[in-house]
């Protein structure tokens, strides 16, 4: 039998950096983007794997992840990862899981 499976991600939300210079040109037009990891199974959201952020400043287009990121990136970056939510589309395969398992427990007390 074939399965597909992997790691995937999608955007969560993106938002401006203001007032935070870039580190390789100095232009303040850097923005980040935060982003929902998860493993997938035929393409199918099945376990979230959390949150990760990029920055990428649009003059220059320097991309960085955020172990690469500098301190100044980093104190508004982690603002936008607490604010930011995971889809429930990352949950609904575990939650269908969970329904199944209650349901065989619930089936297996009235036998």
């Not at 991600?9 to 210079?21: C, D, E, M, N």
Request: net charge positive.
């Amino acid at each position: 039998m074939l399965f597909f499976f992997g790691i995937g991600t999608s955007v969560i939300s993106s938002h401006p950096l203001a007032g935070v210079p870039c580190g390789n040109c100095g232009n303040t037009s850097v923005g980040v983007a935060i982003y929902s990891r998860y493993l997938y199974v035929f393409w199918i959201p099945v376990i979230p794997l959390g949150k990760c952020s990029v920055s990428q400043c649009a003059h220059c287009k320097q991309a960085l992840n955020e172990s690469e990121m500098p301190p100044a990136y980093l104190q508004k970056v982690s603002l936008f990862k607490q604010q930011a939510k995971l889809p429930v589309s990352n949950y609904i395969v575990l939650a269908l899981l969970g329904v199944v398992v209650a349901f065989s427990f619930v089936a297996s007390l009235f036998k």
